[in-house]
Nanobody
Framework: QVQLVESGGGLVQPGGSLRLSCVASQFTFRVYNMNWYRQAPGKERELVATISGSGGTTNYADSVKGRFTISRDNARSTLYLQMNSLKPEDTAVYYC?????????WGQGTQVTVSS
């Protein structure tokens, strides 16, 4: 069974930084594109960033472009999201997602709160 376990969330002041991690298991991590999504209270879940299996191609939502960086370590089966210049509107639960041949799989999420 696919497992995705996020960590790294927390409370940070505006302008601060956090790095999220997502450890993947029970599938061939390097083969698949991976995503970070987020869901703020009362809002729909939205796509934040995508990375190809090799890590060579990345895409970002306009709202995070230039501030967030998605990356991966295929040797460790780990996905990352480096978040800089955080804003209160970045407050949300962040999820990693796999869209694989067996379906769509989500982690349990990690809470990020940006507040002074």
């Amino acid at each position: 069974q696919v497992q995705l376990v996020e960590s790294g969330g927390g409370l940070v002041q505006p302008g601060g930084s956090l790095r999220l991690s997502c450890v993947a298991s029970q599938f061939t991590f390097r083969v698949y594109n991976m995503n970070w999504y987020r869901q703020a209270p009362g809002k729909e879940r939205e796509l934040v960033a995508t990375i190809s299996g090799s890590g060579g191609t990345t895409n970002y939502a306009d709202s995070v472009k230039g501030r967030f960086t998605i990356s991966r370590d295929n040797a460790r089966s780990t996905l990352y999201l480096q978040m800089n210049s955080l804003k209160p509107e970045d407050t949300a639960v962040y999820y990693c997602r796999l869209y694989g041949t067996g379906g769509v799989f989500w982690g349990q999420g990690t809470q990020v709160t940006v507040s002074s």
